[in-house]
């Protein structure tokens, strides 16, 4: 079965200030991969999906994230966060789809604060 | 994708309660699935609820429990039973699209006293 890791569980950064959020996964022959935000008595949101091909993947909200198999790694960036980015960010992954449901794990998730 | 929505928003009831949670998508679809998130921690799936058969429970959650019902391809029900405030948790119906991307409804907060 497939694992998340988030190790930052918040993440303050100033508004306009470049953060990135890090996510890695257990290894595999080939994986999806997902970030989501979940913004305050709201319910997630996905913001940007790798399934294959690029590995520089851009999202919504000027969101992108970059597979590197060989790291494992999903991280999220975003050059200039605003006020408007705070909130929960949740990385998950699962194994690719074939002809059937595939159960998606979810991490911790990574609190971003924006400080005015 | 799609549009789901569920009732209530939140919720507080009292130890021994039970809670009928909603949970209402705009297309029809095959399977749904139930998560509980606990504060500060990320999501868990319950469930998952295929319309026509029993839903199938992940480890440590059981029927008695999280009784679920999906009586056509674009509704289902989670009841939360005999409540304790263990069970107080943000509780989320998902559904998914043909590649394993997952929508959310906004979720039920649930507060048991």
């Known amino acids: 079965a497939q694992s998340v890791t988030q190790l930052d569980s918040q993440v303050p950064v100033f508004e306009e200030a470049p953060v990135e959020l890090r996510c890695n996964y257990s290894?595999?022959?080939?994986?999806?991969l997902f970030w989501y935000v979940q913004y305050p008595n709201q319910g997630l949101q996905l913001l940007l999906k790798y399934l294959s091909g690029s590995t520089l993947v851009k999202g919504i909200n000027g969101f992108e994230a970059e597979f590197n198999k060989s790291q494992t790694s999903f991280h999220l960036r975003k050059p200039s966060v605003h006020i408007s980015d705070t909130a929960e960010y949740f990385c998950?992954?699962?194994?690719?789809?074939?002809?059937?449901?595939?159960?998606?794990?979810f991490g911790t998730g990574t609190k971003l604060q924006v400080i005015p | 994708s799609a549009v789901i929505s569920q009732k209530p928003s939140r919720d507080i009831c009292q130890r021994g309660t039970s809670l009928t949670i909603q949970c209402q998508v705009d297309?029809?679809?095959?399977?749904m699935f139930w998560y509980r998130q606990q504060p500060g921690q990320s999501l868990t799936l319950i469930a998952t609820?295929?319309?026509?058969?029993?839903?199938?429970?992940e480890s440590g959650f059981v029927i008695d429990k999280f009784p679920i019902s999906r009586p056509n391809l674009t509704f289902s029900t989670l009841t939360v039973s005999n409540m304790s405030p263990e069970d107080s948790s943000i509780y989320l119906c998902s559904v998914k699209d043909s590649a394993n991307i997952q929508y959310f409804g906004a979720g039920t907060r649930l507060s048991v006293l």
């Open positions: 609820a295929n319309q026509g058969s029993e839903a199938t429970y």
């Open positions: 297309s029809q679809v095959t399977m």
């Open positions: 998950a992954v699962s194994d690719p789809v074939r002809g059937g449901y595939q159960k998606v794990t």
């Open positions: 290894s595999s022959v080939s994986v999806y």
